[in-house]
C-alpha cells in the first residue's frame, strides 16, 4: 500500500490537484505528530483562506477508516496516523512472500543504464584512493537492478598513454621476468616508480620510443603491454571478488585507439574544433571553462578524447538511459567539458551523462600520497580490517563456528560499509576502530543485529500464520521502518547515493534492537509471539537484502 496515495486519492479541495497534495505530504521528524502530514501553507493562496483553517476543513472531510486510523489538524498540518495493525499485516506479508526481491521494483524495465566505476589504472597501485568508486558504483550497480534496469558496468582502464612506454623501458633495463610474474602489480610497479626517480634522458627517449612501438602493434612491445595489463586484471580481480563487484566491460581507453578518428572530425565538421598554439582544442571560454584539449601539438589524443570516443561509442553499444561515471570530484572540471562539448556537438543525450562525484578518502594514520611510491594500497586496508575483525570475533565469541569466514564478511563490509555510509561529497577519514564498532552507524552493527534476529528464528521459528493486534510502539516502529525500504532503495537510485540505503539499515537495525530489548519475543503469550517472530523474521531478511545491494555479506552466526 503506497499511503502517500491513499490519502492523496481521499483528500478534495478545489483548485488543488491530486499531484500538489501527493507531492507535499510527508513523513514527520516524529512519531507523537502522526505517521504522515500534510502541510497547507501552500494551498492558502488558492484557497483564500488561511492554514489552520484548510487543515481543518481537510481533516473535518477525512474520516478515518481501517487503513487510517486518526486524522488531526495541528498547525496548518493534517497528521494522519495509520492503522498500525493493518499496516503491520501488509507489511509482513510484503517482506515475507517476497523474499530476497522485497524492495525491488521494475521502475527501470526497458532502461539501460551504464556505470563507469572503478576504472583502475594498468600497473598502478589500487590504492585507498580507488575504495570509494568502488564500493559506491558496485552498490549503484547492484541497486539500479534491483530497480529493474538493465546494467553495464565498465571498467574504463587507464591503460593508453607513455607510461607504458616508461614502463617497458623500464623493465628491459631491469626487469626480471620470474621477479614480475611473481611480484605481479608491485613488481611492475615498481619498476615504473623506479623509472621516474631514475630515468635519463636517453631512457626518456627510449622510453617515447617503446610507446610508439605499443600504437604501430608491435609484437614484442604488445606482448608485454599485454602481459603487464593480464598481471594488473588478475590482481584487481581478486579485489573485486571480496568487494562483491562485477564488470560487465573492460574496454578501457586503448580500446578507443581507432574510435576517436570519427569524433574528431565530427567537431572539425561541426567546425568546434580549434587551433591554439599548435593544439587542437574546443573552446569553452563562453561557458566559463578553459578549453578542452583534444590533440597535442604532436598530434597525440588526450584523456578527454578518449572519453568523447568511449561516451559516443556506450550510446551507440547500449544505447543508454543514463551513463555514470563514479569518478572522484577532482575530475568535475573534466566531465563539465566532456558533457559541454557533447552538447555543443548537438548530441541530445548529452543531458543523461552523469558525474557522481564522491570526495577523498585518507587514513587517520597519515594522509595518503600518490607520489614517490608512498601509497595506502587497497588490499592492505581490507587485510588489516579483515584481521581486526578476526581478533575482536576471538574476543567476543571464541567458541564461534567458521570464524574465518565470520571475518571476512566483517572485515570487508567494514571497508565498504565505511566508504559508503556517508553522503558520497564528503571528504572521509577512515578509521578501523570507527568501521569495526559495534555500537556506532557501521556494517557490523547491522550484521550483529542479523546474528541476533537469525537466533531468535532459529529458536522459535518462522510462524505460517499471525495476526497482528495491539501493535506496541516499538512494533510499530519497525514496520513503518520496514515499510520504507523500497522508497530508501528508489531514492539512492535516482540520488546515486548508495549511503540511503546504508543509513536505512543502521535505521532498521536500531529500531529492532530496541523491539528486540524491549518486548519479549520468544517467551510472548499467546498471538504475540507468533507475530513477534515474523516481525524478526521480517527485519532479517530486509537487513540482509540493504546489505546485499551495498556488497556486504550477512554471517549467520556473530
Ligand atoms: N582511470 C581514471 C583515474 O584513475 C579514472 C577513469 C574514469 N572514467 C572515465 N571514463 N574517465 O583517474
Known sequence: MDYKKYIAGRLKADGVSYDDIYSAIAVPPAADMGDYALPCFKFAKVLRKIPVVIAQDLAAGFAPDGVISGVQAVNGYVNFTVNKAYLAKEVLNDVLSEGAAYGSCSEGAGKTVCIDYSSVNIAKPFHIGHLSTTAIGGALYKIYKFCGYNVVGI????????????????????????????????????????????????MEQEAREYFRLIESGDKDANELFDWFKELTLDYV????????????????????????????????????LKESEGAQIVDLEPYGM??????????????????????Q?????????????????????????????????????????????????????????????KVVWLEDVINKCVEKAGKIIEEKNPDLENKEDVAEKVGVGAVIFGALYNNKIKDIVFSYDK????????????????????????????????????????????????????????????????????????????????????????????????????????????????????????????
Open 290 to 311: 578553459p578549453p578542452c584539449l583534444i590533440l597535442r601539438s604532436d598530434g597525440a589524443s588526450l584523456y578527454a578524447t578518449r572519453d568523447l570516443a568511449a561516451a
Open 435 to 558: 568501521v569495526l564498532s559495534f555500537e556506532g552507524e557501521t556494517s557490523v552493527y547491522v550484521q550483529y543485529t542479523c546474528a541476533r534476529a537469525k537466533s531468535v528464528i532459529d529458536k522459535g521459528g518462522v510462524p505460517s500464520c499471525y495476526t497482528a493486534e495491539d501493535i506496541t510502539p516499538q512494533e510499530a516502529e519497525v514496520v513503518k521502518q520496514l515499510a520504507l525500504f523500497r522508497s530508501a532503495v528508489q531514492d539512492a537510485a535516482k540520488n546515486y547515493e548508495p549511503s540511503y540505503v546504508a543509513r536505512y539499515a543502521v535505521d532498521l537495525a536500531q529500531k529492532f534492537n530496541k523491539f528486540y530489548f524491549d518486548c519479549k519475543i520468544l517467551t510472548a503469550e499467546g498471538g504475540k509471539k507468533d507475530f513477534r517472530l515474523a516481525l524478526t523474521a521480517a527485519t532479517l531478511q530486509t537487513l540482509t537484502n540493504a546489505l546485499t545491494l551495498l556488497g556486504i555479506g550477512v554471517p549467520d552466526k556473530m
Open 155 to 202: 571498467n574504463h582502464l587507464g591503460d593508453y598513454g607513455t607510461q607504458f612506454g616508461k614502463l617497458i623501458c623500464a623493465y628491459k633495463h631491469w626487469g626480471d621476468k620470474k621477479a614480475v610474474q611473481q611480484g605481479g602489480i608491485h613488481a611492475i610497479n615498481e619498476l615504473y616508480v623506479r623509472f621516474n626517480s631514475e630515468a635519463d634522458e636517453v
Open 313 to 373: 561509442y556506450r550510446k551507440d553499444t547500449y544505447d543508454f538511459y543514463k551513463c555514470l561515471y563514479v569518478v572522484a570530484y577532482q575530475q568535475n572540471l573534466h566531465f563539465r567539458q566532456i558533457f559541454k562539448v557533447l552538447e555543443l556537438m548537438g548530441k541530445p543525450w548529452a543531458k543523461d551523462m552523469v558525474h557522481v562525484a564522491y570526495g577523498m578518502v585518507s587514513l587517520e594514520d597519515g594522509a595518503m600520497s600518490t607520489r614517490k611510491g
Open 237 to 272: 580481480n581478486g579485489i573485486y571478488k571480496k568487494l562483491n563487484v562485477t564488470f560487465d566491460s573492460y574496454n578501457g581507453e586503448r580500446f578507443y585507439s581507432d574510435k576517436m578518428q570519427p569524433v574528431i572530425d565530427e567537431l572539425k565538421q561541426k567546425g568546434l
